[in-house]
């Protein structure tokens, strides 16, 4: 793969995750970038994630399979969801705020 200088390819680890990645999708590879100090999931050459866990362990693959673009639609309403609930948070607590200023006039 070119452009992946300072990159060690990890095709065996001690949890299998590499193998278990290529389970879901046999085009994944995991990569360590020695210079970033972290693993990179690629795809047919494009990074996919690099992963936030200073070691490859089941939260990795589960990170992959919540991430995947099959679950988009999923995970957009997810986000969507929560930012809704920390909007009406914080309009409550505004509001909150403006009847105790309001109360002290």
Do not use: S
């Amino acid at each position: 793969m070119n452009g992946m200088k300072g990159k060690v390819r990890i095709t065996h680890d001690l949890y299998g995750v590499a193998d278990r990645l290529r389970e879901i999708d046999d085009r994944y590879e995991v990569w360590y970038d020695r210079i970033a100090g972290r693993y990179e999931i690629y795809a047919g050459g494009a990074l996919q994630i690099a992963v936030p866990f200073a070691e490859l362990d089941a939260r990795t693959v589960r990170l992959v399979r919540e991430t995947r673009v099959e679950r988009a639609e999923r995970l957009l309403g997810q986000i969507e969801a929560a930012n809704r609930l920390a909007e009406e948070r914080a309009f409550c607590a505004l509001r909150e705020r403006a009847e105790a200023a309001a109360g002290r006039f």
